[in-house]
């Protein structure tokens, strides 16, 4: 089966950095997406991997690994509003996204 | 830009009657999903469409759900008659699809239904 994994719970103090880790099985692999969700909000994009590697946007950055089936979401500098829910997803071979449960992030002053 | 729009945002129902949500997608986005999420999971598909076509409806009931896409642009998804367990956030999304890149999709603010 298709599975993907993240901790369901994370807590961190503002001003430093955090990461949260994703590893995944699923059948082929099109390129894993990080998104955040803000509690009663929609999901917003954040990050695209699709080769090995980092890849740096701002105080994000998302990394990945084929071979291993695991991704990290890095995020530097907290702030509070960084407080939420953080989804990992994969595409499979047949191009359908396979999400995760979530990590949700509590920053705390 | 616009984004996504749903309607309604929330919605209170009694067993066994009938609910419809209607999804309004970023103009120019081809492909358009809708999702339901309960509340500490992800979202989970129902069906996902590539203009008028439902390309992935595997995860769709369709003894009580059913889906349309008239003209490729709007859609809306019904529940008749609704159960309980039916309870939780619908979710459309949309995307510019493209198969060998990046697939960053836009959601809705969603509909919160509850079901008495």
């Known amino acids: 089966g298709q599975n993907i994994d993240q901790p369901t719970e994370m807590t961190a103090t503002e001003g430093a950095i955090v990461q949260i880790n994703c590893t995944y099985q699923?059948?082929?692999?099109?390129?894993l997406s990080w998104y955040q969700q803000h509690a009663g909000e929609a999901p917003t994009f954040l990050s695209y991997?699709?080769l090995d590697g980092l890849e740096e946007k701002g105080r994000f950055s998302s990394f990945l690994s084929r071979s291993k089936g695991y991704s990290y979401l890095l995020l530097k500098e907290l702030q509070m509003k960084d407080s939420a829910s953080y989804l990992c997803?994969?595409?499979?071979?047949?191009?359908?996204?396979?999400w995760g449960a979530g990590t949700k992030l509590i920053i705390k002053p | 830009e616009a984004g996504v729009v749903q309607s309604p945002r929330y919605k209170i129902i009694e067993k066994k009657q009938p609910v419809a949500f209607w999804c309004n997608p970023i103009?120019?986005?081809?492909?358009l999903y809708w999702y339901l999420q309960n509340l500490g999971q992800g979202p989970e598909l129902l069906i996902r469409?590539?203009?008028?076509?439902?390309?992935?409806d595997s995860q769709l009931p369709k003894d009580r759900f059913s889906a349309e896409r008239l003209k490729g642009v709007d859609s809306t998804l019904k529940i008749q008659p609704a159960e309980l367990g039916d309870s939780a956030v619908y979710l459309c999304?949309?995307?510019?699809?493209?198969?060998?890149?990046?697939?960053?999709?836009?959601f809705g603010p969603g509909t919160r239904l509850t079901v008495l």
């Open positions: 999304a949309s995307s510019l699809a493209r198969r060998g890149g990046r697939d960053e999709q836009f």
């Open positions: 103009s120019g986005h081809n492909t």
């Open positions: 469409y590539e203009n008028e076509e439902a390309v992935d």
């Open positions: 699923t059948s082929g692999f099109n390129g």
């Open positions: 991997n699709v």
């Open positions: 997803a994969v595409r499979d071979s047949n191009y359908q996204l396979i």
